[in-house]
């Protein structure tokens, strides 16, 4: 399950904006999944789940923001959403298509919350 | 509370490293492939055709990624070629720091093919670029004309499909044409070749293209 490596990513970079931050806590972590990645937003939840259970990150909630297949057609350069994978512009069913969105896999934002008592 | 914007890749680590692996591929001429399929459709089988099709005529070396023998390693190395195994301990993918920790095992300024067998998956290795120039894709007669779209995003980032196992035609249902549709539909450039390491059947195709592309990268001229 390549959701375990991509996962361990994740928190490896949650980390490094926690350092200095004693005391803080994630609360949310928004995160863009592209259809093209062959990335499962539930085996992300899960292995989220698992990697953070006891540390500071536990219990954030995992928000995954699902981007659809996008493509520009190079014949007349019109752009539109690729379904069910077929690659074909819908306009002059042109083949030649650039692919500009859906291979997204991206930590967007985090939220924290630090302790007033903590801070100073 | 706060929000921190961070807008950074998850995979930004070994992006870095695969981007890496093409500058050195590009500046020594190297050819690189990932070779990608289902265990069992003939990765192995086709990499030691090839290597010994090629034996005189260019430098091959093979990355052999499995998760827990050396059997892949073995039988590629009958062939006089440069082979490095990696044991991915489980792992269902090769990363492109596996790649480029195995690199100092050949003699890469006489290289100009690199072959690498990724884990049998056609899942997992999707989102690890390891810095090759082309995915090539394999899928096996047994498997099944609809394999395309089962396994959409790897028959979308390959840019070879190699149907193996024509031998098999006779006992089956699948449809060729059926299945090559698939596979355009989702991937209108792909190019396809239809082979059987057994018999040997439409390989000759595939040298071809191959010893091409190799030596359009390289700069060699055949010798
Ligand atoms: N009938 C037939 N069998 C094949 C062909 N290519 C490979 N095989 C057999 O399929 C099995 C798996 O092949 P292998 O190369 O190990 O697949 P890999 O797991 O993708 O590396 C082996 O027993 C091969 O001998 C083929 O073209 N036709
Ligand atoms: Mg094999
Ligand atoms: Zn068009």
Not at chain 1, 27 to 56: H, I, M, R, W, Y
Not at chain 2, 10 to 27: G, P, V
Not at chain 2, 212 to 222: D, K, N
Request: aromatic share 6%; with cysteine; proline share 3%.
């Amino acid at each position: 399950m390549h959701e375990m490596s991509i996962t361990t990513n994740l928190v490896e970079l949650l980390n490094k904006y926690l350092q200095g931050r004693p005391g803080a806590r994630v609360t949310t972590v928004n995160l863009k999944v592209g259809k093209l990645t062959a990335v499962e937003p539930d085996a992300l939840t899960f292995c989220f789940q698992v990697l953070t259970e006891g540390t500071s990150i536990e219990g954030a909630q995992l928000q995954i923001e699902l981007v659809p297949v996008r493509a520009r057609c190079l014949q007349c350069q019109s752009c539109f959403e690729v379904e069910g994978f077929y690659f074909r512009c819908p306009r002059c069913s042109g083949k030649e298509l650039e692919t500009i969105a859906g291979d997204e896999l991206d930590l967007v934002s985090l939220e924290i919350e630090e302790d007033e008592k903590d801070k100073g | 509370m706060k929000k921190i914007k961070v807008e950074k890749k998850l995979l930004s680590t070994n992006q870095q490293i695969a981007d890496e692996n093409r500058r050195l591929f590009k500046q020594k001429g190297i050819a690189v492939f990932n070779l990608l399929s289902s265990p069992g459709s003939g990765k192995t089988s086709l990499i030691e055709q090839t290597v010994s099709h090629l034996q005189g005529r260019l430098q091959a070396a093979v990355i052999t990624g499995d998760l827990q023998t050396d059997r892949d390693a073995q039988r590629i190395a009958r062939h006089q070629v440069f082979v490095k195994q990696i044991t991915t301990g489980g792992a269902c993918h090769l990363d492109a720091s596996m790649v480029k920790k195995a690199l100092p095992f050949f003699h890469i300024d006489e290289l100009d093919l690199l072959l690498i067998e990724n884990v049998g998956n056609l899942v997992c290795p999707a989102a690890y670029d390891l810095g090759e120039d082309a995915k090539l894709t394999i899928m096996s007669v047994p498997e099944g004309d609809d394999k395309p779209l089962k396994y959409p995003v790897m028959f979308r980032i390959s840019k070879v499909l190699i149907i193996n196992k024509v031998d098999l035609l006779p006992y089956t249902n699948f449809d060729m044409e059926r299945a090559i549709t698939f596979a355009r539909q989702i991937n209108p450039a792909i190019r396809v070749f239809e082979t059987s390491c057994t018999t040997g059947a439409g390989l000759e195709d595939w040298f071809r293209w191959l010893e091409e592309r190799v030596s359009r990268l390289s700069g060699v001229t055949e010798k």
